[in-house]
């Protein structure tokens, strides 16, 4: 089990962007999957995208295909997401959680067992 905590939340225009980090403390961080979820007032948690631990595997959910872009930074043990092109719609709770996993990942939540606090994404006018 890993410990995270996300930064990089934060009030931003429609059609702006903005840089989640996901700063994990404990060893092997290179043997877990990093994947960013989100929960929206009213709105069931939903899987948005993960890396697997060579960052060579990546999925997206497809609303955000093509705007976000997930990367991790194994020496510094840090995974982001990049958001660009953000929509009202993005306002969320944002979430990025870990599991150990062999070079692979799904967006499904039961597969991570450590899950940071969450950031506020606020997209608005």
């Known amino acids: 089990q890993l410990q995270l905590v996300e930064s990089g939340g934060g009030l931003v225009q429609p059609g702006g962007s903005l840089r989640l980090s996901c700063a994990a403390s404990g060893f092997r961080f290179d043997h877990f999957a990093i994947a960013w979820f989100r929960q929206a007032p009213g709105k069931e948690r939903e899987g948005l995208s993960c890396i697997s631990s060579s960052g060579t595997v990546i999925n997206y959910q497809e609303s955000v295909k093509g705007r976000f872009t997930i990367s991790r930074d194994n020496a510094m043990n840090t995974g982001y997401l990049q958001m660009d092109s953000l929509e009202p719609g993005d306002t969320a709770v944002y979430y990025c959680?870990?599991?150990?996993?062999?070079?692979?990942?799904?967006?499904?939540?039961?597969?991570?067992?450590?899950w940071g606090r969450g950031t506020q994404v606020t997209v608005s006018s």
């Open positions: 959680a870990a599991g150990l996993a062999d070079n692979w990942c799904v967006l499904s939540a039961p597969n991570y067992n450590s």
